[in-house]
């Protein structure tokens, strides 16, 4: 499991836009080669899964994210990127990113520090 750094957190009026970074923290393989989740954990709950995009660049999508978040990578040496519109007190979370591709915390055993998202007005 490569070790991964978020970032591009912060506090935002609803409706507004943030775009998160996931980046690559050492290692010797291209960044290109794993696939990536976002998770997200709001006080007092679960840690829960928002998207997923592969190698390849296929991406989905929790229900509650549809039409509103947009996870991209373009090249080897770029982060994945979280676009996030349209936000909703809701998705006020601490916003992780990891490598693979299970949508279960659980299947986790390492997680980076977050990047705290606040959606408030």
């Known amino acids: 499991q490569v070790q991964l750094v978020e970032s591009g957190g912060g506090l935002v009026q609803p409706g507004g836009s943030l775009r998160l970074s996931c980046s690559k923290s050492?290692?010797?393989?291209?960044?290109?080669?794993?696939?990536i989740v976002w998770f997200r954990q709001a006080p007092g709950k679960q840690r829960e899964w928002v998207a997923s995009?592969?190698?390849?660049?296929?991406?989905t999508y929790t229900n509650s994210v549809k039409g509103r978040f947009t996870v991209s990578r373009d090249n080897a040496e770029n982060p994945v990127y979280l676009q996030m519109n349209s936000l909703e007190p809701e998705d006020t979370a601490v916003y992780y990113c990891n490598s693979g591709r299970s949508v279960v915390a659980a299947s986790y055993t390492w997680w980076g520090q977050g990047t705290q998202v606040t959606v408030s007005s």
């Open positions: 995009i592969s190698s390849s660049g296929t991406t």
């Open positions: 050492g290692g010797i393989f291209s960044f290109s080669i794993y696939d």
